[in-house]
């Protein structure tokens, strides 16, 4: 019976005791989940969100949250969130915010099917890797994801550090800076 008591009172000690923020810098080897809105912040801090046209950092014309309006289906995909693709093009017509988060999730959609197809085991990843090679993909596309093969072997390898290491000293870093920056920090805290 004491020892019941002395359960019941450890319980009801540490059922006030609140879990530690979303946003700790320790990571729990185990946590590799990721929510829609822990992508949209980190990408959005990245891409930015502009509901009207502009000139990404290689002059492309973008919208939303990093949608190149000079991809091929890109004026398909505008008129399925009903805005008309010439005159977003030429900036007489903005999107809303909603139509900003369904171009996002399309781009999310691509940028994790990449993710995959470059580490399978992708799902597998703890959730702060998970986070920098879904912005890198978003930002890279497979194409040039797939050129960081030395990051890609420290990961399969569960070197985080090193993968981190990787990106940094590319020249993809060099062009984005604090991204590839921050990106590297999710790394070695993993």
Avoid: C
């Amino acid at each position: 019976m004491q020892f019941y008591k002395r359960i019941r009172k450890l319980l009801e000690a540490v059922a006030d005791v609140p879990p530690p923020p979303s946003s700790a810098i320790v990571q729990n080897v185990a946590d590799t989940r990721i929510t829609f809105d822990d992508v949209l912040s980190l990408i959005k801090k990245h891409e930015g969100h502009k509901n009207h046209v502009y000139l990404d950092s290689v002059g492309k014309k973008t919208i939303g949250i990093g949608f190149n309006l000079t991809r091929p289906d890109a004026p398909a995909i505008l008129k399925s969130i009903g805005a008309d693709y010439n005159k977003v093009l030429n900036g007489q017509q903005d999107i809303t915010d909603e139509q900003a988060k369904t171009l996002f999730q399309i781009n999310i959609k691509t940028a994790y099917n990449d993710a995959k197809k470059f580490l399978p085991q992708f799902d597998g990843l703890p959730r702060n890797v998970k986070l920098a090679v879904l912005d890198m993909s978003f930002n890279l596309g497979y194409t040039r994801l797939s050129k960081f093969t030395n990051t890609k072997q420290h990961i399969d390898a569960g070197n985080y550090k090193k993968a981190g290491e990787e990106i940094l000293n590319s020249k993809w870093a060099a062009q984005v800076k604090n991204r590839a920056n921050e990106l590297a920090k999710l790394f070695f805290s993993s």
